[in-house]
């Protein structure tokens, strides 16, 4: 089993940033691709964004590019997601989860990831 924790959530007012990390343990981290999906009371879990196990692709939402930087850090076992020029829209329980699949094509559905986070609420305020 891999275990992931998120953490750095929190409110914040419009425009403001925030840094989402999640610590990953239980498994090799440099194995799985990371993603980051979110979802709001009422609405469907959403595709964030998602880091390759190599080669250092990043995929984004269209709703995220541009606002929304994914990054890891092997060393640390560590996916982090930073959100800038955020907005109330964004306001959602975030999850991180881990893909084993080295092709992008499964990187956008939560169906095939293996390992989630239980999640943590980011709240951004008009």
């Known amino acids: 089993q891999m275990q992931l924790v998120e953490s750095g959530g929190g409110l914040v007012q419009a425009g403001a940033s925030l840094r989402l990390s999640c610590a990953a343990s239980?498994?090799?981290?440099?194995?799985?691709?990371m993603g980051w999906f979110r979802q709001a009371p009422g609405k469907e879990r959403e595709f964030v964004a998602a880091y390759s196990r190599s080669g250092a692709y990043t995929y984004y939402a269209d709703s995220v590019k541009g606002r929304f930087t994914i990054s890891r850090d092997n060393a640390k076992n560590t996916v982090y997601l930073q959100m800038n020029s955020l907005k109330p829209e964004d306001t959602a329980v975030y999850y991180c989860?881990?893909?084993?699949?080295?092709?992008?094509?499964?990187?956008?559905?939560?169906?095939?990831?293996?390992?989630w986070g239980q999640g943590i609420q980011v709240t951004v305020s008009s």
């Open positions: 989860a881990a893909n084993p699949s080295y092709s992008s094509n499964y990187y956008y559905r939560g169906e095939t990831y293996d390992y």
């Open positions: 239980g498994r090799t981290f440099s194995s799985y691709a």
